[in-house]
């Protein structure tokens, strides 16, 4: 990977991108097949002494402040830092920042109490602790976060829940799960939107029934159906106050989907990187790939495909930072365009590099169903296509015009 620094962007960003690029070049990439053996203890080692070269370089956990441990560095550094990571799938845990650990402490970090931090939020930092994120379910649409069926009654000082949800995210072997229900009062006041609240459930709570790890592409995961039945836990393990999950659940995925697309810039500039060196080294039918026009295409196309997903992002990540116009449209935009460009960016790679592409030998066949899934994580294509024509319309309805050179 060569990254110089990018003229007129700000010296700290260029910093933060030499200086992971260095240790992803130097420690991770050339690792990578060792690193996929976690349980070894001699790789154990390795991983830790990575983390520590991290730590020395400042540039460990990019999403906490600071006064927690992590680099403090702002929305903007942390998208950029992002397609320097996601040159490998290694990096986001050697570098501090793992989903959905690395959400919960943000979310935690906005809405926890004291308590709430000195119990959860720290051990989690220090890594002496995981989490995860308890919000989709089986019988509702994960497209309508307002469908969610998970409910909470309180009982004196406690909530009592009851529900079912899968898709939750490293639930074997975490010590607490942040849990999206539909909470009531004893009688039943609120709208529904209001009603939406997060809370901790530590996972050892009676009646925290983890059903099964979900088979994901015909794989393991650590993708979990969970049955919450009469789980009781204190009103102080809420997060906020009543009615504020939907919102917390938004301050997740927004920002969210910016990294999610810069991370997949980066396994799109792999991938390329990839391609292009298979097409150089590879002799087929009289002469090198690089010789033959379909190739020349697929070098285009995906040239293109890159470059315009780059734009889109580092667009929707400054209108957040500015935070003086409505950002939605430009998430949505991103959060359709990006993941459908790194399927073809990665099909294309594949295509060249024939049986060795859908092996495991190279990070391709990952990078591929990991772009299939994000067309249904964080929403699917088809509701963001919806806001994206109803943020529009209604610009235009009020009388306005659509401007690019702004919104």
């Known amino acids: 990977m060569q990254v110089a620094p990018i003229p007129d962007l700000d010296p700290e960003i260029n910093a933060v991108r030499e200086g992971t690029a260095n ?4 420690y991770i990439i050339p690792n990578e097949d060792r690193l996929r053996d976690w349980g070894n203890p001699d790789v154990q080692r390795l991983r830790h002494e990575i983390q520590e070269t991290v730590k020395k370089a400042g540039l460990w956990a990019p999403h906490l402040p600071k006064e927690y441990g992590g680099m403090g560095i702002g929305f903007m550094k942390h998208a950029y830092m992002n ?20 959400g919960n402490q943000t979310i935690l970090l906005k809405y926890g109490t004291e308590e709430q931090k000195k119990k959860w939020l720290e051990p989690s930092i220090r890594g002496e602790i995981r989490s995860c994120f308890s919000m989709t379910e089986p019988d509702a649409p994960g497209s309508n976060p307002y469908a969610i069926q998970t409910r909470a009654v309180r009982d004196g000082d406690d909530w009592v829940i009851n529900g079912r949800k899968w898709f939750t995210s490293g639930a074997k072997g975490s010590a607490f799960a942040i849990v999206m229900c539909r909470t009531e009062e004893a009688d039943g006041a609120g709208g529904t939107r209001e009603k939406m609240t997060q809370i901790i ?3 050892d709570t009676p009646g925290f029934n983890i059903v099964r790890s979900i088979p ?4 393991d995961s650590n993708h979990c159906e969970i049955e919450y039945k009469n789980v009781r836990v204190p009103v102080t393990n809420q997060l906020g106050r009543t009615g504020t999950g939907h919102q917390a659940a938004q301050d997740r995925l ?3 989907r910016v990294f999610h697309c810069m991370n997949c810039v980066g396994q799109m500039w792999r991938a390329f990187d990839l391609m292009v060196r298979r097409a150089m080294d590879r002799e087929v039918h009289g002469g090198k790939l690089e010789t033959k026009q379909f190739i020349q295409g697929f070098i285009a196309d995906s040239y293109i495909d890159i470059q315009a997903a780059r734009l889109m992002t580092i667009h929707a990540a400054q209108v957040i930072d500015r935070a003086t116009s409505d950002p939605r449209t430009d998430i949505s935009a991103i959060k359709i365009f990006v993941p ?5 960016v990665v099909d294309r790679a594949i295509q ?9 030998d190279t990070p391709l066949a990952g990078m591929y169903t990991g772009a299939r899934t994000l067309r249904i994580a964080d929403g699917p294509d088809e509701v963001h296509r919806i ?16 401007d690019f050179g702004v919104n």
Do not use: C
Not at 83 to 102: H, K, M, Q, T, Y
Not at 340 to 344: D, T
Not at 352 to 360: N, R
């Open 340 to 344: 459908a460009a790194l399927e073809r």
């Open 201 to 203: 459930v530590p996972t």
């Open 216 to 219: 994901v592409w015909g794989h």
């Open 23 to 26: 240790i992803v070049n130097r």
């Open 387 to 402: 806001l994206i024509s109803k943020l529009i319309l209604k610009q235009y309805h009020d009388g306005g015009s659509w």
């Open 352 to 360: 060249v590099h024939g049986a060795m592409g859908v092996s495991g």
């Open 254 to 256: 927004g920002a969210g």
């Open 83 to 102: 397609e320097i990571l996601a040159w490998s799938p290694f990096s986001n845990p050697l570098f501090g920042v793992v989903a959905p650990d690395s």
